[in-house]
């Protein structure tokens, strides 16, 4: 498995925004398809964005197209998702997830992982 580290978290005022990242530490770790999700208190883990390891597909949720990114710099081992436009019913913690794949796949569901980093709090207040 592979440790990651998400930073980048704060509080932003609604139409504001946040770069999040995800550093993962391992020697392939590179070879990981990543995932960012989130989590409001009351609420179930919600799927935010995916991508492969190569960084060529992505997928983001349908209520966050446009406003949300998920981005990957394997020279670095972080993946990174910009949010812009950030709205209150975006205030959550946001995980990152991982997990080695030998294929290009784009894993958008939480028990597909075996990584997640520690969450970093994102807040936007209206």
């Known amino acids: 498995q592979v440790q990651l580290v998400e930073s980048g978290g704060g509080l932003v005022q609604a139409g504001g925004s946040l770069r999040l990242s995800c550093a993962a530490s391992g020697r392939t770790a590179s070879r990981y398809a990543m995932g960012w999700f989130r989590q409001a208190p009351g609420k179930e883990r919600e799927f935010v964005a995916a991508i492969s390891w190569t960084g060529t597909s992505t997928q983001h949720a349908d209520s966050m197209k446009g406003r949300f990114t998920i981005s990957r710099d394997n020279a670095k081992n972080t993946v990174y998702l910009e949010m812009k436009s950030l709205e209150p019913d975006d205030t959550a913690v946001y995980y990152c997830?991982?997990?080695?794949?030998?294929?290009?796949?784009?894993?958008?569901?939480?028990?597909?992982?075996?990584?997640w980093g520690q969450g970093t709090q994102v807040t936007v207040s209206s």
């Open positions: 997830a991982g997990r080695y794949v030998l294929l290009g796949s784009v894993l958008p569901r939480p028990h597909e992982y075996d990584s």
